[in-house]
């Protein structure tokens, strides 16, 4: 249950009001894009989080994308996030419990699960392990991609944001990492 109430769009207003409106022409409305109406700053801010996606998904493709946003997600323990990404890499074809990854997906997975354990702690090895396959412009799309990613995670784990309605069937799929059960 989210601890915010999800706006219905008679009570948006103003710029919130003309945004909802293109997200529901589109079929774009979502639970979490619901809650962040409620403040059209909030919103916008995280609506660059398509921006980050589309520099990413041009770096690496829609697959390894995917996975790498996967990774980020599951390890930060987003349950709507993580729903969302295993919804997609079924729609690519792909098992989220059995991938089989390209030399570049590991990478990234790796980085991603990093990331999210401790930035501070990406190691020498995973960078140059990064570096055998992207440049450095590409490298902060990528890294840029994966801070979008936390924050969004973030937000909907602190407000509890519902899982959409299209999501409620794979709900039991969503595995939490566990790496965090013995940080006090």
Same mark, same amino acid.
């Given at each position: 249950?989210a601890?915010v109430n999800?706006l219905t /769009?008679?009570?948006l207003?103003?710029?919130?009001k003309e945004?909802?409106?293109k997200?529901a ?8 894009k619901l809650?962040?109406?409620q403040?059209?700053? %909030?919103?916008l801010?995280?609506?660059g989080w398509?921006?980050?996606w589309?520099s990413?998904?041009?770096?690496v ?5 995917t996975?790498?946003a996967?990774?980020?997600?599951t %390890?930060?323990g987003?349950m709507?996030c ?14 989220? *419990?059995a ?8 990478v990234?997975?790796a980085?991603?699960?990093?990331i999210?354990?401790? /930035?501070?702690k990406?190691?020498d090895?995973?960078f140059n392990s990064?570096r055998?396959?992207? *440049?450095?412009?590409e490298?902060v799309?990528?890294?840029g991609?994966?801070?979008q ?5 973030n937000? *909907?784990s602190?407000l509890?944001?519902?899982?959409d309605k299209?999501?409620l /069937?794979i709900?039991?799929?969503f595995k /939490?990492a566990t790496?965090?059960?013995?940080i006090?």
């Open positions: 249950m601890r999800l /769009p008679e009570q207003t103003g710029s919130a945004a909802y409106n997200l022409e589109n079929n774009k409305v979502t639970n979490m809650v962040m109406l403040d059209y700053g %909030t919103f801010a995280f609506m398509y921006d980050s589309g990413l998904v041009k770096i493709g829609t697959r390894a994308a996975i790498y996967h990774a980020v997600s %390890t930060n987003c709507l993580s729903l969302f990404f295993i919804s997609d890499l079924k729609e690519l074809g792909l098992d989220p *419990n991938l089989e990854l390209e030399e570049n997906e590991k990234l997975v980085l991603g699960q990093q999210v354990k401790d /930035p501070t990406v190691s090895e995973l990064l055998e396959f992207y *440049n450095d412009q490298i799309a990528i890294v991609f994966a801070a990613m936390q924050a969004t995670n937000f *909907n602190v509890g944001v519902d899982i299209r999501l /069937p709900k039991d799929q /939490p790496w965090r059960k013995d006090k």
